[in-house]
């Protein structure tokens, strides 16, 4: 992908997104004997976005917080979601408002078309090589900036008092689930990855990606399709479910362990048997970050086994490591790249430079859909 081509400090920093990648230069080699390395970067600040909710909660508590304890660092993460790239554009190339961003394949594209992340050296990050080959196969030459900490993907909830299974997609569609359904009205290309799972047509998510012909047919199956209200964010997702109003829902994996933990004996939380539609979160080095060593450090961190365990302990985002072991809150955690790719389908770079050329075509579409389907 040509990104030249394509695509949309504190104080500006709530509600943010998409952020930079890493140069080089390690911090600790080299430059001091191991003692002195580990408080090298003593007193020294960070500012790390994450995912808004759940996943900034687990970050904090599983990555934040054990960094600055190991290294005698003040290190933060802020949530946001898809700010990011404009405000980076809006502050001084040599003063950004974060150091380090996650970034899915959209926030990669967007930010990498305006040259706001820094490519990482990879032979001096280390980790590399224990990361699963999927994570760099659909990557292209997007593999050359950040480092890959996992990856997040649509589940499924519902009710146990419902009486449906939620071993499959084709809940949504049961008699049973009439009037019962909720969904995501504001992301709605994860909806349509619902019936293109379940579709024969084309492998997982490919039909996304193919002609406006291709995606007309999942709006159509969409219609089929009683809800009782579309979702708009992950809290009215949880007032729909937990009031009753709703007993059958799509949930991102970066909502769903907080879920589980709070209404797990409820509702059936999990990934259906067809698989799911999936995005990666690398994490990118932002251009003209005036923290270029800690940052390196911080990748470096992000990659290592101990870090990536615990946050899987936390969470239900899937991991970029391949020697990692399941979490009790999800015992068919995938751990290797062949149940990876069974399970995860990835909303690729590529994918996205095909479906983003239609977006005004289907924002429009999913209006009609919304006013076909919805209950009452």
């Given at each position: ?144 900036f950040g480092v890959p900490f996992g990856g997040g993907s649509l589940w499924m909830a519902v009710a146990k008092s419902s009486g449906i299974n939620a071993n499959s997609w084709k809940g949504f569609w049961d008699p049973a689930a009439s009037g019962k359904t909720t969904l995501d009205a504001a992301s709605f290309y994860w909806d349509l990855c619902i ?182």
């Amino acid at each position: 992908m040509d990104f030249d081509q394509k695509v949309t400090r504190r104080g500006v920093l709530q509600g943010t997104l998409v952020c930079a990648t890493a140069l080089a230069a390690p911090a600790m080699i080299g430059r001091a004997s191991p003692a002195a390395a580990q408080s090298a970067f003593a007193g020294e600040s960070l500012i790390v976005v994450s995912w808004s909710g759940n996943h900034e909660r687990s970050f904090r508590e599983s990555v934040i917080d054990p960094f600055n304890e190991q290294f005698g660092t003040k290190a933060e993460t802020t949530g946001g979601w898809d700010q990011m790239v404009a405000q980076i554009k809006a502050a001084p190339a040599d003063n950004p408002p974060f150091d380090l961003t996650i970034a899915d394949e959209y926030t990669s594209a967007a930010g990498l078309a305006e040259k706001l992340f820094l490519e990482t050296d990879r032979s001096k990050i280390p980790g590399f090589d224990a990361v699963l080959p999927w994570f760099d196969e659909f990557r292209g030459d997007a593999k050359k900036f950040g480092v890959p900490f996992g990856g997040g993907s649509l589940w499924m909830a519902v009710a146990k008092s419902s009486g449906i299974n939620a071993n499959s997609w084709k809940g949504f569609w049961d008699p049973a689930a009439s009037g019962k359904t909720t969904l995501d009205a504001a992301s709605f290309y994860w909806d349509l990855c619902i019936p293109a799972l379940l579709s024969k047509q084309k492998p997982g998510i490919d039909e996304l990606f193919g002609s406006q012909a291709d995606v007309e047919a999942l709006f159509q199956e969409l219609d089929k399709l009683k809800v009782a209200k579309w979702y708009k964010d992950g809290a009215e997702l949880s007032n729909l479910l937990v009031q009753e109003t709703a007993q059958v829902a799509s949930i991102y994996s970066a909502d769903a362990y907080g879920f589980m933990q709070e209404f797990g004996s409820d509702f059936e939380i999990k990934i259906p048997a067809e698989g799911t539609s999936s995005y990666t979160n690398w994490f990118m080095k932002v251009r003209g970050t005036k923290h270029s060593d800690l940052a390196d450090k911080f990748q470096a961190y992000l990659l290592q086994k101990d870090t990536q365990q615990r946050f899987l302990e936390n969470s239900t985002d899937f991991m970029s490591r391949r020697d990692l072991t399941a979490p009790k809150h999800w015992p068919d955690y995938p751990t290797s790249d062949e149940a990876i790719r069974k399970t995860f389908s990835l909303f690729t770079l590529k994918g996205w430079e095909v479906f983003g050329a239609n977006w005004d075509v289907y924002s429009n579409r999913m209006k009609e859909t919304i006013s076909r389907t919805t209950a009452g």
